[in-house]
């Protein structure tokens, strides 16, 4: 099946500062979502990317569809303590209505 | 916005019985999906129903898992004979077949222990 590498799989850092995860793929997708999931609870959508090369915002996260359609990345500025989560990227294969996620990065914010 | 709607929220059963978890999409929604995650994994898709025809399954199904869709509305994911290997949070999605498709809307999961 399709396989997803998500990095880094967890990152402790300081409220204030930037954060860039990403994921890639060993084959074209033709959408990529990004998720965020909070303990106990069922992953919330973050920003969706149909195009390649698109880039999209939703307030303080950034999120990249890469040029080879291959990976995407999402950056968030400014860190605060509820961004605490599990950070998801998600793919569709091409054809696919099925999305494949990555394994996860967990962020935690230190105040 | 009801949004997905998952019952129980959570199951603690012993190894031997059947279990049996709903899901109640957004009613517009006619993709519906059911996922397993484990502690440490991202999501692994189980089967995925349009409408109330179930159009794929993984490998991951085996032959004590069986879902249902029965009126295009809500679905159930049954697991008879579970094992301790069962013990997963099992959560559902749903997505409308249209424009902005392929946005899944998750609910907020059934987590099964198996004693």
């Known amino acids: 099946g399709q396989q997803l590498n998500q990095s880094p799989q967890s990152m402790f850092i300081q409220e204030g500062e930037d954060v860039s995860m990403n994921c890639t793929s060993s084959?074209?997708?033709?959408?990529w979502l990004w998720y965020k999931q909070d303990p106990g609870e069922g992953p919330v959508l973050l920003i969706a990317?149909?195009?390649?090369?698109e880039l999209t915002s939703n307030g303080r996260l950034t999120a990249q569809f890469g040029i080879t359609r291959k990976d995407s990345f999402l950056n968030i500025s400014a860190s605060i303590p509820s961004d605490v989560g599990i950070y998801f990227c998600a793919g569709f294969p091409g054809g696919s209505y099925i999305p494949t996620f990555g394994r996860g990065t967990s962020l935690i914010v230190h105040p | 916005d009801t949004g997905v709607s998952q019952d129980p929220r959570h199951k603690i059963t012993k190894r031997g019985q059947n279990v049996t978890f709903r899901c109640d999409p957004i009613?517009?929604?006619?993709?519906l999906y059911w996922y397993r995650q484990t502690l440490g994994q991202g999501p692994e898709f189980l089967t995925y129903f349009q409408n109330e025809a179930q159009l794929e399954k993984s490998r991951l199904l085996s032959d004590r898992f069986s879902a249902e869709r029965p009126k295009g509305s809500f679905s159930t994911l049954e697991i008879q004979r579970t094992e301790q290997g069962d013990s997963a949070m099992y959560l559902c999605?749903?997505?409308?077949?249209?424009?902005?498709?392929?946005?899944?809307?998750f609910g907020a999961g059934s987590r099964l222990t198996v004693l």
């Open positions: 009613s517009e929604h006619n993709r």
């Open positions: 084959s074209i997708f033709n959408t």
């Open positions: 999605a749903s997505s409308f077949r249209g424009s902005g498709a392929n946005v899944l809307t």
């Open positions: 990317l149909y195009k390649a090369g």
